[in-house]
Nanobody
Framework: QVQLVESGGGLVQAGGSLRLSCAASGNIFSLGAMGWHRQPPGKQRELVASIGTYGMTNYADSVKGRFTISRDNAKNTVYLQMNSLKPEDTAVYYC?????????WGQGTLVTVSS
């Protein structure tokens, strides 16, 4: 089993920045791609960004140029730097990690962007 713990969410004004962190622990051998998804109020969960083991990244069009995903393999941690935040970025942000055929999720951290 892999445990994922997110941190860094909170309330920020539009135009501000936040940095989310997600630390993986437990049986973390062969940890693969990691990423961030979000679920806005009343909407479905959507991919925000993902990063492969060797650093290849993928972003949702809505966050390109504003968000940056990175990972520290030595610390088994993935980060999401969020700049120029907009009210529509308000959501619960979930970290996920792939391990072989399994997919693990964190509990989520709330990001609220006020206008």
């Amino acid at each position: 089993q892999v445990q994922l713990v997110e941190s860094g969410g909170g309330l920020v004004q539009a135009g501000g920045s936040l940095r989310l962190s997600c630390a993986a622990s437990g049986n973390i051998f062969s940890l693969g791609a990691m990423g961030w998804h979000r679920q806005p109020p009343g909407k479905q969960r959507e991919l925000v960004a993902s990063i492969g083991t060797y650093g290849m990244t993928n972003y949702a069009d809505s966050v390109k140029g504003r968000f940056t995903i990175s990972r520290d393999n030595a610390k088994n941690t993935v980060y999401l730097q969020m700049n120029s935040l907009k009210p529509e970025d308000t959501a619960v942000y979930y970290c996920n990690a792939e391990q072989l055929v399994d997919d693990y999720w964190g509990q989520g951290t709330l990001v609220t962007v006020s206008s």
